[in-house]
């Protein structure tokens, strides 16, 4: 058992890490090789082509369609995490006629595939106006069962006493999820916001879809155009142009594995 603690189970972690980072460092790599030398089995390349970062900014909306992804993925984001947040705290605290009913019913909507209500979504859309604007890829993705279930049960074990020490010092109902619910739900907001970033940042169907502009693609619909987008595919500007898109979602990772940490420790003790 010693040994197993001590070689086996480091050794496996060490291999299955260098597997998950592997396809990561080979698109980096792959970014800086000219075209010629795209398909060349190496672990370093030989040159660094920078021009490819040059060409996939200048011949596509790449910029446009990345800061068309973060408008859309942080605007989900922060209004999906006060929404769910005040969705769950209520389900948790407050008592309402047909309050089990409404809990289950939303998380009924989990088992629908989003295949089965995508045209009535769309059709939907469409009526109100909204295809081709931020608005359609933003009302859309906004609501989702997993982030009210995750935020109830978060506040179902939130100790009542600070809620009631509240309320002594005169805060209201408001006042109190504002001033002190929401500041200490850090531990369940740190994972959901990396996971809500990351799903409307990777979102590419209901995007290509709803938007048929250029100018409003997000950048997954962008790069999928740079993939189809001829008879050859220029796999080193794509490959830079990848890696160009990963960046905001390394930046999130880097400013939130703090609280993310936090919160996984804090889920562990409770």
């Given amino acids: 058992m010693k040994t197993m603690n001590r ?56 910029l446009r369609s990345i800061l068309n ?10 209004v999906a995490m006060l929404f769910h947040a005040m969705s769950g705290y209520a389900l948790a605290r407050f008592q309402f006629p047909g309050k089990k009913l409404i809990f289950s019913w939303m998380l009924s909507t989990l088992m629908i595939p989003f295949a089965v209500i995508m045209l009535p979504l769309y059709l939907i ?9 931020f608005s359609g890829l933003i009302i859309p993705a906004i609501f989702n069962a997993y982030g009210i279930f995750l935020f109830r049960q978060f506040y179902r074990d939130f100790p009542k006493e600070l809620e009631e020490a509240a309320y002594i010092e005169g805060l209201s109902l408001a006042g109190t999820f504002l001033r002190i619910a929401l500041p200490l739900s850090m531990p369940i907001i740190a994972p959901l916001t990396i996971g809500f970033f990351l799903a409307n940042w990777n979102s590419y ?23 189809g987008g001829g008879y050859v595919t220029p796999w080193n500007v794509v490959l830079a142009a990848a890696v160009i898109a990963a960046l905001p979602t390394f930046l999130l990772f880097f400013f939130m594995q703090r609280y993310l940490v936090e919160g996984i420790k804090m889920t562990g003790i409770k």
């Fill in 125 to 133: 859309t469409k009526n109100l106006g909204m295809t081709n604007s």
């Fill in 205 to 227: 169907i209901w995007p290509l879809i709803i938007t048929q502009k250029e100018t409003m693609w997000v950048i997954q619909v962008q790069l999928a155009n740079l993939v």
């Fill in 7 to 62: 070689f086996v189970l480091p050794s496996v972690s060490v291999l299955i890490g260098i597997a998950m980072i592997f396809p990561v460092y080979m698109l980096f790599i792959g970014s800086f090789r000219s075209e010629t030398h795209i398909f060349d089995i190496q672990i370093w390349p030989t040159e660094f082509a920078l021009a490819n970062f040059m060409e996939a900014i200048t011949s596509s909306h790449l």
């Fill in 69 to 78: 992804s973060v408008i859309v993925s942080t605007t989900v984001t922060v």
